[in-house]
């Protein structure tokens, strides 16, 4: 089967932090992508600016290493490589001071009615002194667009200062704010499956639904990121974007169609109606942990303040919390959040738990009838998997078996999967925000995360210990099990 490409029309992207460590893993190999399946115009260009002074020619060697490390070799024909280098040129800028800005105002220059791309791949404290310098030096055209990376704050008030700076500047509909989470295939599958088939939306409610989880586990522990990462921790870093942006997609009503507002209009109505939780649910409801040391299949790796060099560190790299959405639709269905770093396997998915049928008419020597399930996989291995029971075949009576309904992208669909970034820098460059999140979305999210923060760092309590290559503290465990459920893990889904 293959792709369907559609072309956009021609742009300017300027990659601010060109030279760090995003634009090497994801942007570069993203653009390079689109690129080579033929959906960048000839006269597109990418403009990549950082303080380091680098030549043109120096920039494209750093791309071409990003491209080798990160890309196939499949797609690298010497013919590829050198229409994409060609499109590749280097303006070295203060962020925060004049420095090379007149620079970056001649190389726009030739097309100033031309789509503008300014995607900000460097920290929040630097997402303010950019915008105030596109803006002094008139680099803001009516085509323009910012895009913005997580962290966008570390509290609700922290976030609106940034969103305030960037306003200045930027209309809100020329803001857009990247969870690369949102442009995986199957977080996209998940709103064909609810609204592009009769199927499952009749089930899609308390009726039917017992529970749901949402878990976004790693192997690796922060490495490089230790020093960023203890300033943030995983409900700041994973919970506040990626994790609740999947529940409102799993959770919210059918909007009226998918224009951008009005996906963006239920996402937002579900982050409102998460329920607050008091004070004793704070306890009960939310469990923090910090891994210690272990093993991650036959390696050892050292312990989160072994890694960081600070043995008073409080920060968090697991969290689980057991939320609840007050609306018809969600009475009383509990979502039950997880994520951390050094766990048992990398995973991510999203377990849709159906209740057990009202009436099991069979006898007991068939088996047990377990409930239904939905499990929507991100990664590593992209599919959807529908759990049913069925009869084992044979003679000699019924005997059930729980089976998967199984389907995999990579089988069903033999071409190449694109990355999250390819899809979004492409909705990007059309003006299409269905993708992304508005300001409103990002300080509900914050209302519902901010009171957790703040109850940690008014708490004696530390996080959790969790021995590296588990499934986080045993309090997580229980934080599930008191309820009569379970976590599904590894084989199980």
């Keep these: 089967m293959t792709t369907r490409i559609i072309p956009v029309e021609s742009f300017d992207i300027v990659v601010f932090g060109a030279t760090g460590d995003l634009a090497q893993r994801k942007l570069i190999p993203a653009l390079f992508h689109r690129d080579e399946q033929g959906q960048l115009p000839n006269e597109a260009r990418i403009i990549g600016t950082s303080r380091r002074d680098m030549s043109h020619d120096e920039f494209r060697a750093f791309a071409t290493t990003a491209l080798e490390t990160y890309v196939e070799a499949t797609y690298r024909t010497p013919e590829m490589m050198q229409k994409f280098l060609n499109r590749l040129t280097y303006v070295a800028a203060e962020a925060s001071k004049e420095d090379g800005w007149p620079k970056l105002e001649e190389a726009l220059a030739p097309f100033p009615d031309r789509i503008r791309v300014f995607y900000l791949a460097v920290g929040p404290d630097l997402f303010g002194p950019i915008c105030e310098r596109l803006g002094n030096h008139k680099l803001v055209n009516a085509n323009s667009r910012a895009v913005v990376e997580k962290p966008l704050g570390k509290s609700g008030e922290s976030?609106?200062?940034?969103?305030?700076?960037?306003?200045?500047?930027?209309?809100?509909?020329?803001?857009?704010?990247?969870?690369?989470?949102?442009?995986?295939?199957?977080?996209?599958?998940?709103?064909?499956?609810?609204?592009?088939?009769?199927?499952?939306?009749?089930?899609?409610?308390?009726?039917?639904?017992?529970?749901?989880?949402?878990?976004?586990?790693?192997?690796?522990?922060?490495?490089?990121?230790?020093?960023?990462?203890?300033?943030?921790?995983?409900?700041?870093?994973?919970?506040?974007?990626?994790?609740?942006?999947?529940?409102?997609?799993?959770?919210?009503?059918?909007?009226?169609?998918?224009?951008?507002?009005?996906?963006?209009?239920?996402?937002?109505?579900?982050?409102?109606?998460?329920?607050?939780?008091?004070?004793?649910?704070?306890?009960?409801?939310?469990?923090?942990?910090?891994?210690?040391?272990?093993?991650?299949?036959?390696?050892?790796?050292?312990?989160?303040?072994?890694?960081?060099?600070?043995?008073?560190?409080?920060?968090?790299?697991?969290?689980?919390?057991?939320?609840?959405?007050?609306?018809?639709?969600?009475?009383?269905?509990?979502?039950?959040?997880?994520?951390?770093?050094?766990?048992?396997?990398?995973?991510?998915?999203?377990?849709?738990?159906?209740?057990?049928?009202?009436?099991?008419?069979?006898?007991?020597?068939?088996?047990?009838?377990?409930?239904?399930?939905?499990?929507?996989?991100?990664?590593?291995?992209?599919?959807?998997?529908?759990?049913?029971?069925?009869?084992?075949?044979?003679?000699?009576?019924?005997?059930?078996?729980?089976?998967?309904?199984?389907?995999?992208?990579?089988?069903?669909?033999?071409?190449r999967q694109p990355e999250a970034y390819e899809r979004l820098l492409m909705d990007v460059v059309r003006g299409n925000q269905t993708l992304f999140m508005r300001r409103d979305e990002v300080a509900a999210a914050w209302k519902f995360i901010d009171p957790i923060l703040d109850h940690w760092k008014e708490s004696t309590d530390t996080p959790k210990p969790y021995t590296s290559g588990t499934w986080g503290p045993t309090a997580s465990i229980a934080l599930i099990e008191r309820d009569g459920r379970t976590w599904f893990e590894g084989e199980e889904t």
């Design 159 to 415: 976030a609106q200062a940034l969103n305030d700076a960037i306003g200045k500047v930027f209309a809100e509909p020329m803001i857009y704010r990247i969870d690369h989470y949102l442009g995986k295939e199957t977080v996209q599958n998940l709103m064909a499956l609810r609204f592009a088939n009769a199927l499952f939306e009749p089930l899609w409610s308390a009726d039917h639904i017992d529970h749901v989880q949402i878990t976004v586990a790693e192997t690796l522990g922060v490495e490089s990121r230790a020093g960023y990462y203890d300033t943030s921790g995983a409900l700041r870093d994973m919970v506040q974007n990626h994790i609740l942006q999947l529940l409102c997609l799993v959770a919210m009503e059918p909007p009226s169609s998918i224009e951008a507002d009005a996906v963006r209009d239920e996402k937002l109505k579900v982050l409102k109606s998460l329920k607050p939780l008091s004070a004793v649910e704070l306890d009960s409801h939310v469990v923090r942990g910090q891994y210690r040391s272990g093993a991650t299949g036959d390696t050892a790796v050292k312990g989160y303040l072994e890694e960081l060099g600070n043995p008073d560190s409080k920060t968090e790299t697991f969290v689980a919390i057991k939320a609840e959405i007050a609306s018809w639709r969600w009475n009383h269905v509990p979502f039950y959040l997880r994520t951390g770093k050094r766990l048992a396997e990398r995973v991510s998915e999203i377990t849709v738990q159906f209740k057990p049928v009202p009436h099991n008419i069979f006898r007991k020597s068939a088996g047990p009838l377990p409930p239904n399930r939905l499990v929507i996989r991100l990664q590593p291995d992209e599919g959807v998997k529908l759990w049913l029971s069925v009869k084992e075949p044979g003679p000699g009576g019924l005997r059930f078996k729980h089976v998967p309904l199984d389907m995999s992208f990579a089988e069903a669909f033999s071409t």
